[in-house]
């Protein structure tokens, strides 16, 4: 199975954020990779990977990080595969940080910029599943799905105190 989307990360660290991308991509079925690339600490790895996102079949790449977070940006710069960046709740600046420094791209390189933290790493797979979905129908489908699920369980728990 070709894996369709990558999620990639600074930091070992980052994982206890972005697993909650890995995990929806794994609820839709959707194949995917995970793996550290570091902007600063691995530089020539990160222009590998962007480098061969394309030919490896990649159609969307989810990046987190956090602090001085350039890989998404970078990432960006170097493919033409769309990058979703998922600012990490860094402990200095609470993730504003990583929010700015990810969603401030100049003109000709987009990033689309997430929430910071879960919430973030939640939705850049949700849109990363949600852009797959425009080739492979299933995905469309598990999208839709999930959504109605979200839906119903919300009208079901109308009462916060019977929650
Ligand atoms: C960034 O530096 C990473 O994305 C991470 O969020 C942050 C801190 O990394 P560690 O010092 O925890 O490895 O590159």
Not at 35 to 56: M, N, W
Not at 79 to 93: R, W
Not at 123 to 152: M, S
């Amino acid at each position: 199975m070709t894996v369709l989307v990558g999620i990639i990360m600074g930091s070992t660290s980052d994982w206890e954020t972005m697993q909650f991308a890995a995990e929806k991509l794994e609820q839709f079925g959707i194949a995917h990779e995970v793996e550290v690339v570091s902007a600063h600490r691995t530089p020539d790895k990160l222009f590998a990977y962007a480098d061969a996102a394309e030919s490896r079949g990649l159609e969307v790449i989810i990046a987190g990080a956090g602090g001085a977070a350039h890989l998404p940006g970078m990432v960006a710069a170097k493919t033409a595969v769309p990058v979703l960046g998922v600012p990490i709740q860094s402990k200095a600046l609470n993730g504003m940080d990583s929010l700015l420094s990810i969603v401030q791209m100049p003109a000709g390189i987009p990033v689309g910029t997430l929430a910071i933290g879960k919430a973030g790493a939640i939705n850049a797979a949700l849109l990363a599943a949600a852009i797959v979905g425009n080739k492979y129908p299933e995905y469309r489908e598990a999208v839709r799905h999930f959504r109605q699920q979200q839906t119903d369980a919300v009208l079901a728990n109308a009462d916060p105190r019977s929650v």
